[in-house]
Each structure stands twice: as structure tokens, then as C-alpha cells.
């Protein structure tokens, strides 16, 4: 049985080399785009209860909880009506 063995075949790169000023402007581009992503992950949600009445508009409550936001406006509507 006789086994052939193909000789080594360079592969050449089609990527052609980088010139300073593209591997700085791929530093770059990658700096404000994973600083973006840390960005938007550390947004929070603000909710708010606004009081209007006929002469203006209060800021009474800001939080990031939902909940509890949820719970003072429903004791807050409970006052009002009730």
C-alpha cells in the first residue's frame, strides 16, 4: 500500500496587511462600542408620581422600584377617593 503525501502548500492571506491608521481606528471603534454596551447596561428605570392639579404639576415620588412606586400611588388614590 503506498500512502502519498502532498508536498506543504503556503496559503497565502487574501487579508491585505494593516496600515496604523486602520488598527487605530479599529481600537477606537471597539473603545466606544463595548463603552456603549457598559453604558446601556448600568440605565436604570425611574418612575415617578406626578400630582397635577389646575395651577401645576409635583414630582411627589422617584424611585427605581416599581413596586413600591405601584403601592404609593394605590394609597394615594385611596386617599384622594376615599
Not at 406626578?50 to 403601592?71: F, H, K, M, P, R
Amino acid at each position: 500500500m503506498v500512502i502519498l503525501l502532498s508536498p506543504p502548500v503556503l496559503v497565502l492571506s487574501i487579508v491585505p496587511p494593516l496600515e496604523p491608521v486602520m488598527v487605530l481606528g479599529i481600537v477606537l471603534w471597539l473603545c466606544v462600542f463595548i463603552g456603549g454596551i457598559l453604558w446601556w447596561r448600568n440605565q436604570q428605570t425611574t418612575y415617578a408620581i406626578i400630582l397635577t392639579t389646575s395651577s401645576d404639576e409635583v414630582t411627589a415620588w422617584q424611585s427605581a422600584d416599581d413596586s413600591y412606586c405601584s403601592e404609593l400611588l394605590a394609597a394615594l388614590n385611596d386617599a384622594i377617593v376615599g
